[in-house]
């Protein structure tokens, strides 16, 4: 059974804080993704990879980082968070093709006070 | 830019009843659309997708979708709902560089 996975299902953080979200596939998946989730906004894109070492910015990629070094492991950082970082993330892969299907975790919902 | 719309933000139907779900993309080349479902509590799963051919696509579950390029739309539908069939619904459309571009989601919520 393929597998996404988040290290933690819910965090709690103070302001200023650095945050890591790590995230695990098991499929030999070149691409990842890490997405932002909000009510009314649906999923957003805030940084993918197609290769170990390789990243790319998404739609939204202030106020964060990502971390590739090995294949399977895609991390998300929040350098200093905000408040206005309280959402769930999700992390996704998939092999290369634009129509192959992205498998995700099941999130981390991330509260910043 | 890439986009999509999905115009309902809540449904409720009753069990057994016909569900439609109705997604319009804004993409410059040919799409890549997909159907994801996301339950309480669970990651977004995938019902379909398009890229190509045929333009009625079957999925699991029981849901198929169609694509129709004149009105930019890929609408879901499902002749019988179940109770179990209660989550929120995302459309998506990619392309070749491989973002997937979200839509807001449409929440289902079924009545016995």
């Known amino acids: 059974d393929v597998k996404v996975t988040q290290s933690s299902r819910y965090l709690v953080k103070r302001t200023g804080e650095k945050v890591f979200l790590e995230c695990v596939q098991d499929?030999?998946?070149?691409?990842m993704f890490w997405y932002r989730q909000d009510p009314g906004l649906g999923l957003r894109l805030i940084y993918f990879?197609?290769?170990?070492?390789?990243?790319e910015k998404g739609d939204i990629p202030e106020g964060y980082s990502v971390s590739r070094e090995k294949k399977e492991r895609f991390s998300l950082i929040l350098e200093s968070a905000s408040t206005n970082q309280t959402s769930m993330y999700l992390c996704?892969?998939?092999?290369?093709?634009?129509?192959?299907?992205?498998?995700f975790g099941q999130g981390t919902r991330l509260t910043v006070v | 830019a890439q986009s999509v719309t999905q115009p309902d933000i809540h449904i409720t139907v009753s069990e057994g009843a016909s569900l439609e779900l109705r997604c319009n993309y804004s993409?410059?080349?040919?799409?890549?659309l997909f159907w994801y479902v996301q339950s309480p509590g669970q990651g977004l799963q995938l019902l379909l997708k398009?890229?190509?051919?045929?333009?009625l696509v079957q999925g699991i579950k029981g849901f198929e979708a169609e694509f129709k390029r004149s009105q930019s739309s890929f609408n879901l539908r499902k002749p019988s709902v179940h109770w179990s069939d209660a989550a929120e619904y995302f459309c998506?459309?990619?392309?070749?560089?491989?973002?997937?571009?979200f839509g807001a989601g449409t929440t289902v919520t079924v009545r016995a």
């Open positions: 996704a892969s998939s092999s290369p093709g634009a129509d192959t299907e992205a498998f």
């Open positions: 993409y410059g080349a040919t799409p890549y």
């Open positions: 398009y890229f190509s051919g045929d333009t």
């Open positions: 998506a459309v990619g392309g070749r560089d491989y973002k997937l571009s």
């Open positions: 499929m030999d998946h070149e691409n």
């Open positions: 990879s197609y290769d170990v070492k390789m990243k």
